[in-house]
């Protein structure tokens, strides 16, 4: 059961969303794993809104592959979209929904779309450039973080709300927001015409 605060969320996350993707039925809110945060993640998965999104990544975690067979098994029961990240015969076995490629793995896109082309194709960008290298290779949205200062990467820096702002300006293809985005941080990107966020923390702690 989910959260008043992941409500929250889920409500000022789908009111930021942009009516494009809205139109292309892309979820507004969604959760990425990380087992270091995240002992749980099929858990957490099923305290999500119906069309609300999971992105396996956790690369090196041991039991992957079980891993997402029973995500991939939750979100068909539950109505949520399910992408496996950076390994496309897992998300293939999986049966998820597509893929979602880590920035350096943007090159890969074209022919992952070629073999599979039913799937959601997402893809990482931390800068205009390979902002830019997604759209090109035809992702179907792009994820750009940090947008705030985030637990997972301490002091490290951070875009802000004007620079991510004007990241999506540069570009057609619908963005998301990842890094340091809850409940209190949402409504701040409202403006950028996002296509939603991503989450780890804010949709786990609740």
């Given at each position: 059961?989910a ?41 957490v998965?099923?305290?999500?809104p ?9 690369y ?18 539950r ?45 990482a ?32 820096p ?16 619908p ?7 809850d409940?209190k ?22």
């Open positions: 059961m959260s008043p605060k992941l409500d929250i969320l889920w409500r000022l996350s789908k009111a930021a969303q942009s009516r494009e993707a809205r139109a292309r039925g892309l979820p507004p809110l969604w959760f990425m794993t990380d087992r270091a945060r995240v002992a749980d993640p099929v858990a998965a099923g305290t999500l119906r069309g609300a999104g999971v992105i396996l990544r956790d090196d975690a041991p039991g992957r592959a079980r891993l997402a067979v029973a995500l991939a098994a939750l979100c068909r029961q109505g949520l979209l399910f992408l496996v990240a950076g390994d496309e015969r897992l998300a293939a076995m999986a049966g998820a929904d597509g893929l979602h490629l880590p920035e350096w793995q943007v090159g890969r896109l074209p022919a992952v779309r070629r073999r599979h082309p039913m799937w959601l194709v997402t893809a960008a931390h800068g205009r450039t390979a902002l830019r290298r997604a759209a090109l290779a035809g992702a179907d949205a792009a994820f750009v973080s940090p947008v705030f200062a985030t637990r997972s990467h301490p002091g490290a951070h875009l802000g709300t004007v620079r991510f702002a004007a990241l999506v300006r540069t570009t057609d293809m963005v998301y927001a990842l890094g340091g985005v409940e941080t949402v409504s701040r990107l409202r403006p950028a015409g996002i296509a939603g966020v991503a989450a780890i923390g804010a949709v786990a702690a609740h």
